[in-house]
Structures are given as C-alpha cells and as structure tokens.
C-alpha cells in the first residue's frame, strides 16, 4: 500500500515538473483586475470627455466635425486615452508576474514565457495593423469590437503555454468582440464589458483559485 502510494507521488511530482517546465504559471491574477479597473476608467473617460450617457448610440459620430471634416481632437483623446489604459495594464501584468515568479523561485523570462510572448504576439500584431487599416478607411465604429476579436484570439493562441483558464477567456472575448460588431452603436459598452468587467471577474477568480 505504501509503495503504491509513493509511486502515485512520484508521478504526480514528475507531472508538475513537466507541466512547470512547458506552461508559464506565473500570470497574476491581481493584474487582470487592475488591467479593468483602467479599462473602465479609460471609458468613463472617454464619455465624460464626449459629453455622452453609455446608453447613447454611436459615439464615433464624434469623429467628424459637423462641416464633414475628421475631427482630430477625438483622435488624439481616444490615442491618449487608450496608450494610458495599456501602459497601466502592461506595468501591472509586468511588475505583478516577476513578484509571484520570484516568490515562487521560478524564472521570468525562460522558454517557455518566450512561447507565450509569441503566440501571443502574432494576433495581437495583426489585430493592431487591422485597427490602422479600419482607421485608414474611415471606419471607426468597428475598430472597438476588432480589439476583443483579436484579443481573444491572442488569448486562445498562447493558451496551450499557460493556465487553461486563459483559453476560456479568449473564447468569452471573441464572442463579445462578434456581439459588439451586429450592436456597432453600442460598442463602447461591449468595450467595458470585455475589457473592464470581464477582466476584473477573471482576475478575482484566477487569484482565489491559484494565489490565495
């Protein structure tokens, strides 16, 4: 019986070693709730600074002028605005993962974060150029919704190198980036939604899951 059992924990051992050695474990779970808090303060932003309700439709009407022309002060507020809610988001993830990797005794940028990094990278580069090229064409409305697609594909791509909970975040973001894109006047909110809110249930529920 005993030798049973030792040989039940050797196994459980070596497969810890092995899922350690080929998944990033290190992801913080307190990072994916300050990454929404910003998100839905970057969007509260934007409507204080448009004069607008949420309820109201079609914020990207503010986009042009009402002799027709582009509006640039909407352009440059909304750049502003959305490099701020990234560079918070990014910082907390960054700072966040070194802490629990370092108190863990575990490497930050190995193999295996490389991985992740890539695939990760790929959707979300082609995602960004995509956005430019919708900017490009004038059509503003489903640059918002584009962003949770290829968020969430970038979310289900680098999956397979870190927790499986990542994959079903992916999925939830895609299907609301889908939504946002039939609901087009309505796509801040579903912004806030996939973003802000999703973002801060994800996070509490990976740091009582893995952290607590």
């Known amino acids: 019986m005993n030798k049973q059992k030792e040989q039940l924990e050797t196994l459980l051992e070596i497969r810890s070693l092995m899922e350690r050695s080929s998944r990033f474990l290190s992801l913080s779970g307190f990072s994916g709730v300050i990454a929404g808090i910003a998100a839905i303060a970057g969007i509260a932003a934007a409507y204080l600074y448009l004069g607008i309700s949420p309820d109201e439709p079609g914020y990207y009407k503010f986009a042009v002028k009402d002799n027709g022309e582009p509006n640039p002060a909407f352009y440059a507020f909304f750049l502003a605005d959305i490099a701020i809610v990234l560079i918070v988001s990014l910082l907390a993830a960054t700072l966040l993962t070194i802490k629990k990797a370092r108190k ?54 680098a999956s397979k190198y870190t927790l499986n909970d990542i994959r079903a975040l992916g999925v939830i973001e895609i299907i609301i980036g889908l939504i946002a894109s039939v609901f087009i006047e309505y796509s801040l909110l579903f912004w806030t939604l996939g973003f802000g809110i999703l973002h801060i249930v994800y996070g509490m529920v990976m740091y009582y899951k893995y952290e607590k």
């Open 104 to 157: 863990k005794g575990q490497s930050v940028w190995d193999a295996t974060a490389r991985r992740l990094l890539v695939n990760m990278a790929i959707p979300l580069v082609a995602g960004g150029l995509y956005c430019m090229i919708l900017l490009y064409h004038g059509h503003i409305a489903f640059i918002a919704p584009a962003t949770l697609i290829f968020y969430g594909l970038a979310l289900l791509n």
